[in-house]
């Protein structure tokens, strides 16, 4: 067992959107996203199934050239291989599932080519 925190010892940064592996499971990498207001995932696909909550904040979520507006509370999954971006609209903290066969390390590699 293992106890962590989404939403202590944030760490917003005005010039990069800031990500953390807060669990790893037998089935999944559980990761912080924060983007400060006006942050951008530029369009990207996950080779897995991902979920993300919204935690706090609100963000623009565009999926196949549609854009949904996604607030505290909301949850939204994608099956792997589909396009997606994330505009913040306020300072937000989203929770990303990824699958245990994906890498924590893609979603950086997205983050630097934002």
């Known amino acids: ?3 962590e925190s989404f939403i202590k010892n944030l760490d917003f940064n005005d010039n990069k959107i800031v990500t953390k592996v807060i669990l790893e499971t037998s089935f999944s990498k559980e990761i912080r996203i924060l983007l400060k ?8 696909k996950a080779p897995f199934p991902i979920i993300v909550n919204i935690l706090e904040g609100e963000i623009n979520f565009g999926v196949e050239e549609k854009t949904h507006q996604l607030n505290k ?3 939204i999954t994608l099956e792997g291989h589909v396009p997606h971006d994330l505009t913040a609209l306020k300072d937000s903290i989203v929770r990303l599932t ?3 066969l994906d890498h924590p390390e893609r ?3 997205v983050i630097t080519n934002s």
């Open 98 to 100: 990824l699958s245990k």
């Open 107 to 109: 979603v950086e590699k």
């Open 73 to 75: 509370g909301d949850i």
């Open 1 to 3: 067992m293992k106890i």
């Open 37 to 44: 207001k006006g942050q951008i995932m530029k369009e990207h």
